[in-house]
């Protein structure tokens, strides 16, 4: 059955600091791989997605996530948080082989940012 | 322009009650798709239309949840006796075309069952 794993439930980190998210995703075959964002109050937005091709992808306000086939593990980074990127994180998947459409989540990760 | 939008976007009801969500996709979007969050967890996949056609129920967790998209727009997903269980968030998302494409959420209607 597929899964997604997120370790990390809650991370604090003071600002200017480095982050790295983990995920790891259990699935048969080829997949799309994101990572959703929450913001405090507001709806899920994409950060960004892997399709195929370079397994670092760049998204929005300078997150980057890269792709690990051996490992089945698609972590998010940023070199410096700040106090704006406190928000709920959460890393998706779904069979591009399958071509089944729905995502799988992991549970999420809760980032707080100390000014 | 406008997302995707659901009401109503808090919702309690007794146990034993019917509820219908609704959920309006963006124009356009051939694609929607029904989660539900439980508190501390991540969305768990309901079901999914591509226009008017439900292609996939699986995620339902009884046959007390329904849902339709009679004309390709706008969906609804009703919970016929509520059951505290059934207390989430629940989440609307649309995209272009299958799960391939970014799936753009809707704001969610929290459910409550007292």
């Known amino acids: 059955a597929q899964s997604v794993s997120q370790h990390n439930h809650h991370v604090i980190l003071s600002e200017a600091a480095s982050l790295e998210l983990g995920c790891n995703y259990s699935?048969?075959?080829?997949?799309?791989l994101f990572w959703y964002v929450q913001y405090p109050g507001q709806h899920l937005q994409l950060l960004l997605k892997y399709f195929s091709g370079d397994p670092l992808v760049k998204g929005i306000k300078g997150f980057e996530a890269e792709f690990i086939k051996s490992k089945f593990s698609f972590n998010l980074r940023k070199p410096s948080v700040q106090w704006s990127d406190t928000a709920e994180y959460f890393c998706a998947v779904n069979g591009a082989s399958t071509g089944a459409n729905n995502l799988f989540f992991g549970t999420g990760t809760r980032l707080t940012v100390i000014p | 322009g406008a997302g995707v939008s659901q009401s109503p976007r808090y919702k309690v009801a007794k146990r034993g009650q019917d509820v219908a969500l609704r959920c309006d996709p963006i124009?356009?979007?051939?694609?929607l798709f029904w989660y539900q969050q439980a508190l501390g967890q991540g969305p768990e996949f309901l079901t999914y239309f591509q226009n008017e056609a439900q292609l996939d129920k699986s995620g339902l967790p009884s046959d007390r949840f329904f849902a339709e998209r009679p004309e390709g727009s706008v969906s609804t997903l009703k919970i016929q006796r509520t059951q505290q269980e059934d207390s989430a968030v629940y989440l609307c998302?649309?995209?272009?075309?299958?799960?391939?494409?970014?799936?753009?959420f809707g704001p969610g209607t929290r459910l409550t069952v007292t």
């Open positions: 998302a649309s995209s272009t075309a299958g799960g391939s494409y970014e799936q753009y």
């Open positions: 124009s356009g979007h051939v694609s």
């Open positions: 699935y048969g075959g080829t997949v799309n």
